[in-house]
């Protein structure tokens, strides 16, 4: 099975700009979660949906981030507009079938300048 | 809410053993898991303990004593290859399948 998988893996934008990041789940896998990480607050949840319906967007940082799971295999988070301090890795996780397992993707790294 | 505390940073020897601590205050718990992430690239899970005791699983194996809120890493004979991040996170309940992450352990092999 291929993995999780996101895109783009870099991006540079001018503030202002809107983002938009997207994440293709394992097949099989009904959980998707998304992350940001940085040096200063680590690997924080941002929202994470189950079977497409978002259960916990607590981490959701302001109304400038939105994210969404259109069907069972896809999502896209979007930061409109975009800030220098939304500038981190964004990673998309998928839960494995035990529900022990949380597998991550690559990463979107962001750069808003 | 969640504390997940952990060393900032530990230093070995190629060859030599890395125990590295984790202890966590959460509101529930269903599980504690390890994951290694390399610089510059996504976290890969290690290990799950849910059940207190020793998990072994080749040169890592990974503790847990839940009525303590304690969890150790452990690496043995150390590669260079295990220079890494290693990350303690918890869930913290029955139906909720999010985890917490600390802020990361950085391990530095030395030849």
């Known amino acids: 099975d291929a993995g999780v998988i996101q895109s783009p893996r870099h991006e540079v934008t001018e503030m202002g700009q809107e983002v938009t990041l997207r994440c293709k789940l394992i097949?099989?896998?009904?959980?998707l979660f998304w992350y940001r990480q940085t040096m200063m607050r680590g690997l924080e949840l941002l929202i994470y949906f189950n079977n497409n319906v978002p259960i916990d967007d607590s981490g959701m940082p302001e109304d400038r981030f939105s994210a969404k799971m259109p069907n069972a295999s896809f999502s896209t988070l979007k930061i409109q507009p975009s800030e220098p301090r939304d500038s981190a890795v964004y990673f998309c996780?998928?839960?494995?079938?035990?529900?022990?397992?949380?597998?991550f993707g690559e990463g979107s790294w962001l750069t808003v300048v | 809410g969640q504390n997940i505390d952990q060393p900032t940073e530990m230093t070995a020897t190629e060859g030599a053993i890395v125990q590295i601590n984790c202890t966590y205050q959460?509101?529930?718990?269903?599980?504690l898991f390890w994951y290694q992430q390399h610089a510059g690239e996504a976290p890969t899970f290690l290990s799950y303990n849910v059940l207190d005791g020793l998990e072994e699983k080749g040169r890592f194996s990974s503790f847990l004593s839940r009525s303590k809120g304690y969890s150790y890493l452990l690496l043995k004979e150390l590669q260079m290859k295990d220079s890494a991040s290693y990350l303690c996170a918890v869930r913290d309940g029955s139906n909720d399948y999010k985890l917490s992450f600390g802020a990361g352990t950085t391990v530095t092999v030395r030849a």
């Open positions: 959460t509101s529930g718990f269903n599980g």
């Open positions: 996780a998928s839960l494995g079938p035990s529900g022990n397992t949380i597998y």
């Open positions: 097949s099989g896998h009904n959980s």
